[in-house]
């Protein structure tokens, strides 16, 4: 040992496991990959465009942001990348190019960084924007008339009392937004997520269980299966259920806490589509339920070892 | 067979194949030791001895404090140059007694007994007592304590702690390889305290020609059993292992014997074996040397006193220079400032590794991943209460469990914004312990 070197001491323990935040959002970001490439086959290169752009301006604002708040600069971390195309899938894929300039702008600058930046925001980024968007600009968020497809979604055309093709909706061949279609597209990826851990079951599946009690139940056509895979397989509920649903930041950190989310995420969308005045609802399903975590956490703290936590 | 285990948990590497299979050797410290009075939990030691004195091996050079507390003894023969404060591996100063080694060896008279099991319960205790036998595993807790319980019926369990869950260290498993006799002979004089006890050899699968070994040795003693542990760190830790092997829980307000366990670690029960059947007195312990840096990674038998820099030149020196140097293993141990401080009762190991991994990534925000809370033994959620101990509240860290906290080190190691979660944790406990002490 030279004399000069000196020995970095910290407290216990002294390794770290290979685990990164980046590595995560690296993870999310392949496993939206074949949505992704299934949203540009369907709609064709409108849709890249605006993937391309809101991605873009995700990343440029936060790069921004840090910049004028004199914070280190963090889009190596990834969030930014997973934000920007979570919106951009959120889109109508002939969407104006301003539409996704000004979500990203939202997502990243309001709902983000003036709360802290990762970790800190209170709703997931990308739907708080979506939802401005919808609010300020109705008629372009909900104009999914493109190259490939005119007319209504398949959500649409069922309350409507118009036939569809059930098989087309698994597939995604419907109209809709870029990233919500493809149903099979979207389990690739969330299956990718369970198999490296990324996610876990809990939250999707009690909210999708939750849904399809609540809508067998109040939606009028009893348990009819027909009807509630179309429910499933439309919309954005797939989407949001394994990608937004169980993003870290908004869900609650404690197990049983995560229950109660998914329950609550059910019987919203549940009411949204069965009263509502829009044939959606999962975006304002998942806001409303990141709102409410602070509380869920509070109420539903694990019990500790040796106080009946050992078991669980 | 199904393997006892715990929730939560982590696995890192193990690092044990560097040393696993160096057998156990000798060696002789150099010109000076030095005994910190401090080497278990409890009042410190108190110098019967003075400057100038001369000692022997094996004589007690200072005696225990009190009940909870534990007598040291000298490993050489030689003359006591000072008592004075000296740096030990947690970086502070304590009051030691040190001795210029002459290099004889002379040894005390031991009183050694042929049969053991002729010998009353009281004579047994005190006996441990006598020999200062702490435990080794790291905490130091006086061994004579933990085996008064207030009612020794009903202990149910002696659990010998064989888990080794930390990386690295392969103390614990070159003794059960090399000589598991004294294992089992020192856990049947600890059966010998409790008569409604069974006693428990509790060994981690990746140990699997121990648990072979053990199960022979101990197949004609039916109050005792081998049990095999899932490998998962911390396995060994006290809470977790005495959960796996009886699926009791004790909380941190209880002590083992609440739940009618006593466990002790393999090092220990060597030691309980070697003060009852032989009379003499801890002066030795088996240190891992260990480490990337290290150039020929051993386990050595080690007098006590012996300092640590001494042990690096016997392994074969350095490979390269280490950035980090850790006394006991990488998830508990302490990072040494200073590789001149010695050894004591409670070293398992020198790791000496040519990265640092804490240092080398600047925490970043917490994501609310909930992987901290996944893995944590405890069952609490280190991220909330990393968060109360870093705000100082006092009040919200107490009602959401912090003092459950082990230490264990699972949430900083597994947490991908890389914070020191089990730092501020522990750090808020040690600020409520010593309020509670001032009490």
């Not at chain 2, 059966?191 to 022979?216: M, P, Q």
Request: glycine share 10%; net charge neutral.
């Amino acid at each position: 040992m030279g004399d000069n070197e000196l020995l970095k001491v910290s407290s216990n323990p002294h390794i770290r496991s290979a685990i990164s935040t980046g590595k995560i959002m690296l993870c999310v970001i392949i496993a939206l990959l074949p949505t992704t490439a299934f949203g540009i086959i369907n709609f064709g290169y409108k849709a890249a465009i605006t993937l391309a752009i809101s991605v873009a301006t995700c990343v440029l604002t936060e790069i921004v942001c840090c910049l004028v708040f004199k914070k280190k600069i963090s889009v190596g971390d990834l969030s930014a990348v997973v934000t920007g195309l979570l919106l951009g899938l959120n889109m109508p894929p002939a969407a104006p190019f301003y539409l996704p300039i000004i979500g990203g702008i939202f997502a990243i600058f309001v709902v983000k960084m003036l709360f802290g930046g990762i970790g800190q925001n209170i709703m997931n980024p990308a739907l708080g924007a979506r939802c401005f968007l919808v609010i300020s600009f109705p008629a372009a968020m909900t104009n999914f008339v493109c190259d490939a497809y005119s007319g209504a979604t398949p959500l649409a055309k069922i309350r409507a009392g118009e036939e569809i093709e059930l098989f087309d909706m698994i597939v995604g061949r419907t109209s809709g937004t870029i990233g919500e279609t493809s149903m099979i597209a979207i389990l690739i990826g969330a299956v990718f997520l369970l198999l490296v851990g990324v996610i876990d079951m809990i939250v999707p599946m009690t909210y999708i269980v939750t849904f399809i009690i609540f809508m067998g139940i109040f939606a009028g056509y009893g348990f009819n299966s027909y009807y509630l895979v179309s429910q499933l397989a439309g919309g954005g509920l797939m989407l949001g259920a394994w990608f937004m649903a169980t993003d870290y930041v908004t869900r609650p950190v404690t197990k049983a806490g995560q229950f109660v989310f998914g329950i609550i995420l059910g019987v919203l969308t549940g009411i949204f589509r069965v009263f509502g005045a829009s044939v959606e609802g999962v975006s304002y399903s998942i806001i409303i339920a990141n709102l409410l975590v602070p509380l869920i956490e509070r109420v539903t703290y694990p019990k500790s070892f040796g106080r009946g936590g050992e078991r669980r | 067979m199904a393997k006892h285990s715990f929730m939560g948990g982590i696995h890192p590497y193990d690092g044990k194949e560097l040393s696993k299979d160096r057998p156990i050797v000798d060696i002789l410290p150099g010109k000076e030791l030095v005994y910190p009075l401090s080497q278990h939990i409890g009042a410190p030691a108190k110098p019967i001895v003075a400057k100038g004195d001369t000692v022997l091996r094996g004589q007690m050079i200072a005696e225990a404090g009190g009940f909870v507390s534990a007598p040291i003894y000298a490993s050489v023969s030689g003359k006591v140059t000072a008592i004075e404060p000296r740096r030990i591996v947690t970086g502070d100063m304590v009051m030691s007694i040190v001795i210029a080694n002459d290099n004889k060896y002379e040894e005390v008279e031991y009183e050694e007994t042929e049969d053991v099991s002729s010998l009353s319960k009281e004579v047994i205790i005190e006996k441990i007592r006598n020999a200062g036998v702490v435990g080794m595993g790291g905490a130091g807790f006086p061994t004579h304590v933990k085996l008064s319980p207030k009612e020794p019926d009903k202990i149910d369990y002696c659990i010998a702690n064989c888990a080794e869950c930390e990386p690295y260290l392969t103390s614990d498993y070159r003794r059960m390889v090399e000589e598991p006799e004294k294992l089992i002979e020192g856990l049947k004089i600890i059966l010998s305290l409790f008569d409604n006890a069974k006693g428990i050899l509790a060994v981690e699968d990746n140990k699997s020609d121990c648990i072979e070994t053990l199960k022979k040795l101990t197949k004609d003693e039916p109050r005792i059993l081998v049990k095999t542990l899932r490998t998962k760190y911390p396995q060994g830790s006290e809470r977790q292992l005495i959960f796996a092997t009886t699926k009791r829980a004790i909380n941190c307000d209880m002590l083992p014997a609440d739940a009618g366990c006593i466990v002790d670690n393999v090092d220990t029960i060597v030691a309980i074996y070697n003060a009852v059947r032989f009379g003499k007195p801890l002066m030795e312990r088996i240190v891992t040397v260990t480490g990337d840096c290290i150039r020929k990674p051993q386990n050595f038998r080690v007098n006590i006193g012996m300092l640590y820099s001494e042990l690096i030149g016997e392994a074969g020196g350095l490979r390269y220079d280490p950035v980090k140097i850790v006394s006991g293993g990488p998830m508990m141990g302490f990072g040494l400032i200073d590789v001149n401080v010695p050894t004591t009762k409670t070293a398992s190991a020198l790791l000496c590794l040519a990265r640092d991994e804490v240092s080398e990534v600047e925490p970043s925000a917490c994501i609310n991943c909930g992987l901290c809370a996944q893995v944590c033994p405890g069952r609490v959620v280190p991220k909330i209460l990393s968060d109360m101990a870093e705000h100082g509240d006092e009040e919200g860290f107490l009602k959401k469990e912090g003092m459950e906290c082990c230490e264990c080190g699972c949430c900083s190691y597994i947490c991908p914004a890389k914070r020191h979660l089990t730092q501020n944790i522990k750090s808020m406990r040690k600020t409520i312990l010593a309020k509670r002490k001032r009490k």
